[in-house]
């Protein structure tokens, strides 16, 4: 009994001095050890080509990230994950001021309301349908260029006379 006392005191007593307190300050939670590059499986590797590269350079945080999107390719489908393989090699081709930068307006698209939102994503599809559209005149009109450049010459009318 009295060692219970003892021990309950001891323990009450490190709490009270802050002997054993909670850390100050912003705690930091580490990410365990994620794979290298060739410890990944012929899939993971597979689905994760463009950013094979620079894998190893990634810190465990954004390895881990990685690692959970392929996981949840497998579920996609072919369009979404032709998709997803396209951002990829968009993101890695990304300077790191860019993916800073890109990351931010992320937190920052997050933090809007949700009415706010919705009226970017129309104005966003709204431009991306019109540059689609300009992408598809300029490819007609290099096709209509290359047939008309493909047409032989109509002959002077003096020829065609004779």
Do not use: V
Not at 37 to 48: F, G, H, K, M, Y
Not at 63 to 72: F, G, P, Q, V, Y
Not at 92 to 107: H, I
Not at 134 to 153: F, L, N, S, Y
């Amino acid at each position: 009994m009295a060692k219970k006392t003892a021990g309950a005191l001891i323990l009450a007593w490190c709490l009270g001095t802050g002997a054993i307190a909670a850390p100050t300050g912003s705690a930091i939670i580490a990410t365990p050890p994620q794979p290298s590059w060739a410890s990944l499986s012929a899939d993971q590797r597979s689905i994760l080509a463009p950013l094979g590269t620079e894998w190893n350079q990634l810190d465990n945080t954004q390895r881990k990230k990685w690692l959970s999107i392929a996981e949840r390719y497998k579920q996609l489908s072919p369009t979404e994950q032709s998709r997803m393989q396209a951002k990829m090699r968009d993101w890695a081709l990304l300077t790191p001021a860019q993916r800073l930068a890109a990351r931010e307006r992320f937190k920052e698209f997050n933090q809007l309301p949700a009415e706010e939102k919705e009226t970017l994503k129309q104005k966003w599809l709204e431009r991306r349908q019109q540059k689609d559209e300009e992408k598809r005149r300029a490819i007609e009109e290099a096709q209509a260029e290359a047939t008309k450049a493909e047409q032989p010459a109509s002959a002077p009318a003096s020829e065609q006379t004779r």
